[in-house]
């Protein structure tokens, strides 16, 4: 049964003792109980604020919004991740950003180039390193169609010149060096990283193409921007929208390329999957150029038809039309995957953790399934995040931005959710917990979620994990009794 707003209220007031009075005071302001009526939402919850010093946050830093989000997936670039070799192996393939290509030959997606830099780099700079290091890319990987700098912590720290750098290269080699300043350490989180690569993005690609009219345009091009394809995500999607009639002429950055990219501004609309990692650019082409942008959610087969109607109602009949067809076609699939897996899953609750668009968009897939989402939360959210999800939410739902790791921990004791879709860092924590858990950044290795398709994936892998007869032989580590005592009672069934 669902909490009561008063309920709520008392269990983040019950959480927020064990903080000393001045954290108490500041975390005070990032949780909240959900009111749908609320226009703003920051009437009632706080975003975008530096982390509690002390406590475990979840977040990222600006490097991994850039090079692991945005930058990363584009497949025929080179990325180097600028500085010491730990930040770039962390962030290789860990996003399951599927691509086509010939991986080392025209596609570098999975690969980690690192400047690798040692103790006698951060003393006399990597500006010649860095210059080298582009030589040699050029040598080996020679299609490559340019090059990224994506900066680690110490190249702002010992302020090397990676702009001139690039400049100078991206005349000697003839295409594209860019250079993006994603220091780990600037802004609050990863959302930092979006805006930069979305400014690099801006600076250094977009225009590109304003003077070759060699494209020929169409009346139905559209592209499809903040989708990264995880799982093969906007393949799924890409499918739908080329069977209303559309043409897809860009895709970013998942399974994308620079070429797309440099085109996009000759669309006839942007649609927006992940709104926190790509609003910038979009709002930039808006400004510029004139293209409009529409936010859009392909999870769940009602969120597929709210968006294939609002995506058609920018074009023509003929558009409509072939939106209710693509609608149609699908009906008796989805309508099978509710009728197997609703009977199991009706009535449990789920508690999200997550960042980008999934605290939000991801509610009417568990809702087709009969579930109920009674938390939710953003790693990095704005503000604008939460005006979009309070909306999607039921009232009195549980709010919590830049969740702690023992909030998380207790939020999930009380409320004693069936499910918790969170990320990997929280995964191990939740399963030793005896709660049934999906890791909902990269879809735990499975996928896709997005489209018709996907949407029988998502429902396969919540009852697969939900109904998973171990939860209820399963006993927290810490319940355990020791040696010689009695035997403990067992932890009840997730």
Not at 430 to 443: E, L, N, Y
Request: aromatic letters at 10%; proline letters at 4%.
């Amino acid at each position: 049964m669902a909490m009561t707003r008063e309920e709520t209220q008392a269990l983040i007031q019950e959480v927020l003792e064990v903080y000393p009075e001045k954290a108490k005071k500041d975390r005070a302001k990032h949780l909240a109980v959900n009111d749908p009526s609320v226009e703003q939402s920051k009437k009632c919850i706080t975003s975008n604020r530096k982390s509690q010093p002390g406590v475990m946050t979840i977040r990222g830093c600006a490097y991994a919004g850039s090079k692991g989000v945005v930058w990363g997936p584009v497949k025929d670039m080179v990325h180097i991740s600028h500085g010491p070799v730990g930040c770039g192996q962390y962030s290789r393939a860990g996003r399951r950003n599927y691509y086509t290509g010939m991986t080392g030959v025209n596609t570098f997606g999975t690969m980690n180039f690192t400047s690798d830099f040692q103790e006698k780099d951060i003393v006399f700079g990597g500006d010649k390193k860095l210059d080298k290091m582009l030589d040699e890319i050029e040598q080996l990987f020679p299609l490559a169609k340019g090059v990224t700098v994506q900066s680690e912590c110490p190249i702002g720290l010992i302020g090397d010149d990676i702009e001139s750098v690039s400049k100078k290269k991206t005349k000697d080699l003839d295409k594209p060096v860019i250079p993006v300043r994603c220091e780990g350490f600037r802004g609050v989180s990863q959302s930092l990283g979006h805006h930069i690569a979305n400014d690099a993005i801006r600076d250094h690609v977009v225009h590109n193409r304003d003077n070759d009219n060699s494209f020929e345009v169409g009346p139905y091009d559209v592209a499809i921007i903040g989708d990264y394809n995880i799982g093969g995500d906007a393949w799924s999607s890409r499918i739908l929208l080329e069977e209303m009639g559309l043409r897809v002429v860009a895709q970013w950055s998942g399974d994308g390329t620079l070429s797309e990219m440099e085109l996009t501004p000759k669309v006839k609309l942007n649609l927006i999957h992940c709104y926190r990692s790509m609003n910038y650019i979009s709002r930039h082409m808006e400004e510029r150029y004139g293209v409009p942008w529409m936010e859009y959610n392909l999870f769940g087969p009602t969120k597929i038809a709210e968006s294939l109607r609002k995506i058609a109602e920018f074009f023509d009949e003929t558009i409509q039309a072939n939106a209710e067809q693509v609608i149609a076609k699908y009906q008796a699939e989805y309508d099978a995957v509710i009728a197997k897996y609703r009977p199991r899953l009706e009535g449990k609750k789920v508690m999200l953790y997550v960042g980008g668009l999934r605290p939000r968009h991801i509610v009417g897939a568990y809702e087709d399934l009969g579930m109920e989402v009674v938390g939710t939360g953003y790693e990095f959210a704005h503000n604008d995040d939460y005006d979009r999800t309070m909306k999607e939410m039921a009232d009195s739902t549980l709010l919590y931005d830049d969740v702690t790791g023992y909030e998380f921990e207790e939020f999930t004791k009380r409320v004693k959710p069936d499910l918790v879709g969170s990320g990997i860092k929280e995964k191990y924590i939740f399963q030793k917990m005896g709660v049934p858990f999906r890791q909902m950044h990269s879809w735990d290795y499975s996928g896709p979620y997005h489209g018709y398709d996907g949407f029988a994936i998502f429902a396969r892998d919540m009852d697969m994990t939900i109904n998973n007869p171990c939860w209820n032989s399963m006993q927290a580590p810490w319940l355990k009794p020791a040696a010689g005592e009695g035997e403990a009672p067992m932890a009840a069934s997730a």
